[in-house]
């Protein structure tokens, strides 16, 4: 199977970039953390510096290990899910589903290893100038060494390399376990079929998320923790709302049955959401959680500048919000792009068919874009809402005033990335695609 492993890593070259970009900048942000960690656990590191650089990485390490693992898992099931065929083949030949499952989870381990030490050395850039900027700041004092060491760094890297074969150990556990020889379940009754605990996860995820957020409620205003509780509790509502991607789509099929006079493409949008929805479910989970997050945080900042908040805390907090909502924001766009790419390239054949049946490339297209931007919509709305909630208690404390978790600007250039980077992509690699596929 190791022999099958390296030939099937050749042959799938562009799932394995995929895969490799997302577990690349994975573990930039995880390493980046444990040098953090590093530093304050390092002896010659003074007891005073040494409670913000053990707590901040710990608090921020953790739910950034949790998001690198969602993005893998779905990612890997994104790209399995066009090598429907070759497993099946791979199984007709005698190959086990454990064995189809070993064969899968190899190739991951193999192109996350290949990424290591690049993600290392990434690591060690990004904590050396986080670790300057507090320090510039004042947060800590002047004498404070950049001192990670090797094990944390590593350990790291290993926890990303077990979190990739955790993703594809369950990415790949469905599609292994697939009868080879019996037709593959409808896309649209595979995805609306609900896991036995998915939406009870979804529930206490929002709910730890809320109660995190509320805890803040009966803190002092000045306290460092009213931040470290909300940012937390911003991922945990946002990634709640992503694990309920299939609901948020069942809801806009609802909303899109209501309307009656459609032009074709939007008519075909529409049929498309309705029959295979799990072709824009990785949109809306990337997107969500992307809107969730960094609109959660910016407005949390915006929030803690109206409070007027100069001392060294405040400022090194607000760089540090800064600079992880653009890390997040690079990793999810990542994401984002590489399942977008993944999921239009594997309907070649679909678009083929409406070519045949008298569809113009520009009808395709427009199909295409409306099925996203159906998808970007839901997304942009739930991901908005969440991330409201979540800082609103923020905002009671810091200010008195509530409308403050409501500040357009943060969700502005939040919203108009995401729609940017969703809908470009989109009609980038649908427009080369439907050109392609045209017989």
């Known amino acids: ?145 950049f001192a990670p060491g090797v094990l944390l760094p590593v350990l790291g890297v290993l926890v990303v390399l077990a979190a990739s074969v955790l993703a594809a150990w369950i990415g790949s556990r469905s599609l292994a376990r ?43 205003p000045s306290d460092v923790l009213t931040t470290a509780m909300t940012g937390p509790g911003c991922v945990l509502v946002a990634v709640g709302l992503c694990v309920l991607a299939p609901e948020l789509i069942a809801l806009v099929n609802r909303m899109s049955t209501r309307r009656t006079h459609r032009a074709a493409p939007s008519h075909l949008a529409a049929i498309n959401l309705s029959a295979a929805p799990g072709r824009v479910r990785p949109t809306v989970t990337f997107l969500t959680l992307f809107v969730g997050v960094a609109a959660g945080t910016l407005s949390m900042q915006g929030i803690e500048n109206a409070a007027g908040t100069t001392d060294s805390t405040g400022q090194v907090l607000a760089s540090i919000n800064y600079f992880v909502v653009a890390l997040i924001a690079a990793f999810m766009a990542i994401a984002l792009t590489n399942n977008l790419v993944a999921s239009i390239s594997q309907r070649r054949t679909e678009f083929a068919t409406m070519s045949l049946v ?54 502005a250039i939040t919203i108009a990335i995401g729609i940017g980077v969703t809908l470009g992509v989109s009609s980038l690699v649908g427009r080369h695609v439907i050109r392609t596929a045209t017989p």
């Open 358 to 411: 008298g569809s113009t490339s520009t009808q395709t297209h427009r199909m295409l874009v409306r099925e996203i931007g159906a998808a970007t919509a839901i997304s942009v709305v739930a991901g908005s809402m969440g991330a409201f909630l979540a800082v609103l208690p923020f905002a009671i404390v810091k200010t008195g005033n509530p409308l403050q978790a409501a500040a357009p600007l943060p969700y």
């Open 1 to 145: 199977m190791i022999k099958i492993a390296v030939r099937s890593f050749a042959y799938h070259r562009t799932a394995a970039i995929a895969t490799g970009l997302v577990a690349l900048v994975g573990t930039i942000l995880v390493t980046s953390m444990m040098t953090l960690l590093g530093t304050g656990l390092a002896p010659s590191t003074a007891a005073a510096d040494r409670a913000f650089l053990v707590q901040f990485p710990l608090i921020m390490g953790g739910w950034t290990v949790a998001i690198v693992l969602f993005a893998m898992v779905s990612t890997i099931s994104v790209a399995l899910a066009g090598r429907a065929g070759e497993i099946a083949g791979i199984r007709l030949i005698g190959a086990g589903p454990r064995q189809v499952q070993w064969m899968l989870v190899v190739e991951t381990a193999a192109v996350t290893a290949v990424t290591a030490p690049f993600g290392l050395a990434g690591g060690y850039v990004i904590g050396r100038i986080v670790t300057g900027d507090i320090q510039a700041a004042g947060l800590t004092s002047a004498t404070l060494v």
């Open 178 to 220: 697939r009868s080879p020889v019996a037709d593959a379940p409808p896309l649209a009754r595979r995805t609306r079929a609900t896991p036995p605990g998915r939406r009870v996860t979804a529930t206490l995820m929002i709910i730890a998320g809320l109660g995190s957020s509320a805890a803040v409620l009966g803190m002092d």
